[in-house]
């Protein structure tokens, strides 16, 4: 399989989240989320309620994308990092893994180094989740919920 | 890549629409986004020049509803049509579950569609796919449009594998739908087989 799904699990969820959790308080960061490399949104933490978390996720994703292919470009593996400065926010980028995607948006309440200091421990352990996780997920036996679904259940989803 | 999570109860898959510039894959995706009740839908973004051609993608998110209490959540993504943005197609195909091709059907057109769909099988195999093995369905737009190929020229041309195939008018919706549900159902069905 040239494309494994990406699975998430109750246990490692809650693994990552409270690393999220956490680095939102380490950080004096407003928002910390997770999105992987195709920009679905994985967790999120911080003051999200007023926040496009779908829409800031793909376009993460494109963004580390597009400067990923720039890098291929300049023969480069991959530019890790990447931070936009506003005027009141922040947003700093983290490739973790090469696999997913770490982004901290902060204000004037914190500063890049500290994002940046808390970041790097924030990625190491994120790293080891994710890896604990591919494995389960390519262990056999991790059935696919959906095996089981029929056709007559595809067909009740567009039934309008 | 299609993500399941156990924990949110949901499933999300990516489908992207493909074709020459100005074949209609941008109005095809407003076309469901003023059609989408609002909870069923997120933002839909544009990243367009300042004509409104796609610069890089546009991008949709849509809820289709539960399975076997799973919500399933679509990503919608078109790509830029124009030849030279071919690095910017790439990226968005990573990670890809279903293609739709949107097919121009105007006469004048007909050779740029065979050389966005030569493109798309390019691309897809640099990344490990094949077009023969992945959810996707085709659509000839503008039907609406004087001096168009017929359907089956057109199917000659560009669906000899004889995939699902609609007619649209994506401007007023004609066959948008359709297009949308077959390539989610070949996308679940796809699912349920166990993933590409």
Known sequence: MVNPQMVMYEEEFNQIQSVVDRLVKDANAKVVFIVD????????????????????????????????????????????????????????????????????????????????????????????????????????GADSPFAEITDEDIDNLFND | MSFINYMAREINCKIVYYGPGLCGKTTNLQYIYERTNPEAKGKMISLATETDRTLFFDFLPLALGEIRGFKTRFHLYTVPGQVFYDASRKLILKGVDGVVFVADSQIARLEANQESLENLRTNLSEQGYSLDKIPYVVQYNKRDMPEIGTVEELRELLNPAKTPDFEGIARTGVGVFDTLKAVAKLVLTELKKGGP
């Open chain 1, 37 to 140: 490399k195709n920009g679905q949104l994985i967790a999120a933490s911080g003051d999200v309620d007023n926040l496009d978390t779908t829409s800031l996720a793909s376009l993460t994703a494109g963004n580390i994308a597009a400067t990923g292919g720039m890098a291929k470009l300049l023969k480069e593996n991959e530019f890790a990092t990447q931070f936009h400065e506003g005027e009141k926010a922040n947003i700093h980028i983290q490739l973790v893994g090469n696999r997913v995607i770490l982004v901290v948006i902060f204000d004037s309440k914190s500063s890049l180094g500290l994002v940046r200091l808390r970041v790097r421990k924030a990625s190491e352990e994120l790293n080891h989740i994710f890896e604990a996780l591919l494995k389960k997920v390519s262990e056999p």
